[in-house]
């Protein structure tokens, strides 16, 4: 009875831990991501989100390894590849076979060469301890599953002193089309920060990147 009694409470705090089942409803087949790439991918989004205006803000140069978690059909890999250039090195990961082919034709279109391709788990992305100068996570921390394992992953594979960028949506009835961000995002900036900031990270700045919209947060690895 008390082994039954266990294994019920740890598949309850498993089951707990995954709190992005709202955000991930999306995407659990094929056909569902096509049809998210197609937003994914949009050249609109270039202009509403200004990546060129992201990379300097990140203050990535030149020899740099980055790696886009949840990198998606390679919406920054042209951004991130030339702004890391000569030297360095994008690291595109993600859990979707089908989002890294998207991603790789991205990059062979944009012709580069100095990204790799990399699929994670929902609790890891499976980066190489102290390999990164930083990580970017564009729009994607209110799709973790398991946003401690995930924070812990990265902050493994991030150098000492290393930066994590986090833009994300405000969990506001302005931030998406029909207020669809209070059930689609889990947190709203402040406890975003508090979060992070409990998993071994301080904050370095915040700023609003899209008004009322998106806002980017810098942190370092404590």
Known sequence: MKRIAFVALALAASLAA???REANSGYRTEAQRKQMAAGLGDPERARTQA?????????????????DIGAGVGFMLPYLGKAVTPGGHVIAEDIFDDFLNAAR???????????????GTETDPRLAEGSLDMALVLDVYHH????????AAIHKALKDGGKLIVVEYYKRDSAMPNGRALTHIRLDMPDVIKEVES????LLEEKERVRDVQYMLLLEKN
Not at 144 to 149: I, L, S
Not at 199 to 202: E, P, R
């Open 199 to 202: 998993n071994h990270f301080h």
């Open 18 to 20: 995954q709190v992005a």
């Open 105 to 119: 034709l991205k990059a062979h279109e944009a012709s580069l060469e100095n990204v790799v391709f990399l699929k």
């Open 144 to 151: 973790f599953d398991y946003p401690e394992k995930m924070l």
């Open 51 to 67: 990546p060129e205006l992201l990379v300097h803000e990140m203050g990535l140069q030149p020899g740099m390894t980055v790696a």
